[in-house]
């Protein structure tokens, strides 16, 4: 009976690395907002994901999509317009967090409704 207590705990710490290791890659206030932004349109400009996520600042959205980079969660092109565009899509590996998103974004509305009430229209913001 010990072992089977033992081995439910090992299981149990290999769960809570997990979940680190993912808290470490998404933390912060704006890298699901970015995510986010990114899988509704599939592409998004610098700009676009600017203007998507309030309160950004362009210093911020900067360090922030380079950080999703260097974690293989999004990618970065540089278009050969006048003035030069750059545009940013998931990888593979970031389109993993689809799921993740969506199931944010249920239970957010859901959550908005039932502290806000079920009444009152879904606020933005």
């Not at 592409?43 to 293989?72: A, H, P, T």
């Not at 998931?90 to 239970?107: A, P, Y």
């Given at each position: 009976m ?15 690395r997990?979940?680190?290791d ?23 400009r ?19 999509l ?60």
């Amino acid at each position: 009976m010990g072992c089977k207590i033992e081995e439910f705990q090992q299981e149990q710490k290999k769960r809570m690395r997990a979940v680190q290791d993912s808290m470490d890659v998404l933390n912060g206030k704006w890298k699901i907002s970015i995510i986010s932004s990114i899988c509704c349109y599939g592409k998004r400009r610098f700009s676009d994901i600017l203007n998507d996520v309030n309160g950004i600042s362009n210093r911020m959205l900067s360090k922030e999509l380079k950080e999703l980079e260097i974690n293989q969660l999004v990618k970065r092109t540089v278009l050969d317009t006048q003035p030069i565009t750059v545009q940013y899509e998931l990888t593979e590996h970031g389109n993993t967090l689809q799921t993740i998103i969506n199931n944010l974004t249920d239970w957010g509305i859901v959550h908005r409704k039932k502290i806000v009430g079920e009444k009152c229209p879904i606020l933005v913001g």
